[in-house]
C-alpha cells in the first residue's frame, strides 16, 4: 500500500482483498454436498447432472473444484464470455472424439441454446461423465442447486478480509439485497470500495464511510 | 526432502530499465529427476476483473538433474512497465518452473524508468 499526498491510505490493486485472483482462489461452499463428496455424488446420478444456480452464485468455482477432484481426463468448457459463438469454443475445447476416458464440464450451457445442448449431449453421449451449469433446472439431474445468503456472502467476506470484516458486516445485507445475491456484483462493488473508486461505500484509513453524492 | 529452487539476479537487483538484459543464475535441489527447468521472465496483471498474463523471455534447461545451478540471460522487453493504478496491478516477474510437477518459484521484479513501479491515476478523493 502506498500513501498520497493527502495520507489516506490508497490500496495496490493486487493488494485488495476483492482482487480478482483472491475471489478465484475462493473454494466452493454450500448448504449442499461438500466439495469432497461432488464426484461421488455425481457418478451416483450416472455421470449426468446440471449445476444449477442464478448469476453469481458460484456455479463457475464449483465446476472449477469438480474439475479438480475428478479422475481421468477432464475437459472444462467455459463459454461466460463467448456469446457469439459458443458452439465454436465447445467444439474447440472438446477431445475428438469423446469417449469413455473423458468429463466434460460446460460452463454456462445456457449459452448454447436448445439446439446447442442438444448437439452437447449427442457429441458427449460416450463420455464418462458430462456435467453444465444453467440458471433453470433442465433435463439433467441437479448435482448442486447453488443458492447464496447473506451470511454465506458474510463468510466469504470474513475470508477475504478478516480484518475489516466486523466493519463490513452492517452494510452486507444491503450490498446483497441491491445486488439480488449476486455474489459477482457484490465483491465488485466491495473492490471499488477498497479501490477508492467512486461508489456507495469506500474505506478510507479503515474507516468504512458512505460517500456524499457525486457532484455534476 | 521439500523441493528447493532459488532464483538470484547479478547483484541482487529488481529493478531493470525497459529492454534491458536480466542476468543471473538459479539453482535446484529436487526430491526427484526433472525432466526440464524453465526460467521465465513475465509480466502479469491483478486486481479488478479478467487477469493477463505474457511471458516475454525464457530459457529451458532439458535432464536437469536433481541438483545443480545454471545462469540464466534474458531480455526484457520495452514495456509495459509495471505500474499500478486503481484497477490493474501490473507486476513483472522470474519464475523458475520444474516439468513435471509444476514446482515453482518467483522473484518479484520492477521494470520501468524508476525502481518502484509508476502510479496511475489520481488518489481516492471526495
Redesign the interface.
Known amino acids: 500500500m502506498?500513501f498520497?499526498?493527502?495520507a489516506?491510505l490508497?490500496i495496490?490493486?493486487?493488494?485488495?482483498p476483492?482482487?480478482?485472483?483472491r475471489i478465484d482462489a475462493l473454494v466452493f461452499r454450500s448448504t449442499g454436498p461438500k466439495p469432497e463428496d461432488l464426484a461421488e455424488r455425481l457418478d451416483a446420478l450416472g455421470g449426468r447432472a446440471d449445476v444449477v444456480g442464478p448469476e453469481g452464485s458460484g456455479k463457475t468455482t464449483l465446476l472449477e473444484e469438480l474439475s479438480r477432484r475428478l479422475d481421468g481426463e477432464v475437459a472444462l468448457v467455459p463459454l461466460s464470455g463467448t456469446s457469439r459463438r459458443p458452439w465454436s469454443t465447445v467444439t474447440a475445447r472438446l477431445p475428438h472424439p469423446v469417449d469413455g476416458r473423458h468429463s466434460v464440464l460446460v460452463d454456462c450451457a445456457g449459452l448454447l441454446g436448445a439446439a446447442g445442448r442438444l448437439m452437447l449431449r449427442r457429441r458427449c453421449r460416450n463420455a464418462r461423465r458430462l456435467v453444465i451449469t444453467s440458471h433453470q433446472p433442465g433435463r439433467l439431474p441437479t448435482l448442486v442447486d447453488c443458492q447464496t445468503s447473506p451470511e454465506l456472502l458474510a463468510d466469504l467476506v470474513c475470508e477475504l478480509t478478516p480484518e475489516h470484516a466486523d466493519r463490513l458486516d452492517p452494510i452486507l445485507e444491503e450490498l446483497f439485497r441491491r445486488h439480488h445475491g449476486n455474489l459477482r456484483l457484490c465483491f465488485?462493488e466491495l473492490?471499488?470500495a477498497f479501490?477508492?473508486?467512486?461508489g456507495k461505500f469506500?474505506i478510507?484509513n479503515s474507516q468504512l464511510s458512505v460517500?456524499?453524492p457525486t457532484r455534476r | 526432502m521439500t523441493n528447493m529452487l532459488t532464483i538470484r539476479t547479478d547483484g541482487g537487483r529488481t529493478w531493470f530499465r525497459p529492454g534491458e538484459i536480466v542476468e543471473g543464475d538459479v539453482s535446484w535441489l529436487l526430491d526427484t529427476d526433472a525432466d526440464d527447468l524453465e526460467i521465465r521472465l513475465f509480466w502479469y496483471t491483478s486486481g479488478k476483473g479478467t487477469r493477463d498474463v505474457e511471458i516475454v523471455d525464457s530459457s529451458r534447461t532439458s535432464v536437469p538433474g536433481q541438483n545443480g545451478n545454471r545462469s540464466f540471460r534474458l531480455q526484457a522487453s520495452d514495456g509495459p512497465y509495471s505500474f499500478s493504478g486503481k484497477l490493474i496491478t501490473l507486476s513483472w516477474a522470474l519464475e523458475l518452473v520444474v516439468d513435471p510437477g509444476g514446482v515453482s518459484e518467483r522473484l518479484d521484479l520492477v521494470i520501468g524508468p524508476q525502481p518502484i513501479e509508476v502510479q496511475l491515476g489520481r488518489p481516492d478523493g471526495f
Open positions: 502506498v498520497d499526498r493527502r489516506r490508497r495496490r490493486p493486487a493488494d485488495n476483492f482482487a480478482s485472483h465488485r473492490y471499488d479501490a477508492g473508486i467512486n469506500s478510507l460517500a456524499p
